[in-house]
């Protein structure tokens, strides 16, 4: 397993966000993946994941997706972890937003010589009544922009 390879997976997913292109997004989970979006909406099958951001990118003006990759864990042969934190830009502007920062988790899986997602998690890195945290992540993500 390379780490690079389903660190890519990661960096197809967010890019694909960031493009508002629904089928390249869903096109990187299995057929029966699942997502759960940082509002706690639960998306399962490719279909699905398709359906609901046709439906997010045709009626919002999306934000950008600023991540950075934290860990790539084996899980076991053909499955890994991605564990990464992630900022966005709102739509228009050019500073991330604190309160949209996240933590986000992949689980991926090999087959036939391909990664795919198999679970993707968004949670808010809200760090409740720690803004110290708050600050310290957007710092990093910033930097990590430049």
């Known amino acids: 397993m390379s780490d690079d390879d389903v660190e890519e997976l990661y960096r197809t997913i967010l890019d694909a966000w960031n493009a508002r292109d629904a089928d390249r997004y869903a096109a990187a989970f299995m057929d029966d993946g699942h997502a759960v979006g940082f509002d706690g909406s639960q998306l399962d099958g490719r279909d699905a994941i398709a359906s609901s951001l046709r439906g997010i990118f045709a009626h919002h003006q999306t934000g950008k997706y600023v991540g950075i990759v934290r860990q790539v ?4 042969p053909g499955v890994a972890m991605v564990r990464a934190v992630a900022g966005m830009i709102p739509h228009g502007e ?4 604190p309160e949209l920062n996240a933590i986000q988790t992949l689980v991926a899986v090999k087959r036939d010589d391909a990664w795919r997602a198999a679970m993707f998690q968004n949670t808010p890195a809200a760090f409740h009544g720690r803004a110290e945290d708050v600050k310290k992540l ?6 990590d922009r430049s």
């Open 73 to 76: 864990q084996p899980l076991a």
């Open 94 to 97: 050019q500073e991330l937003k």
């Open 138 to 143: 957007t710092d990093e993500l910033r930097a």
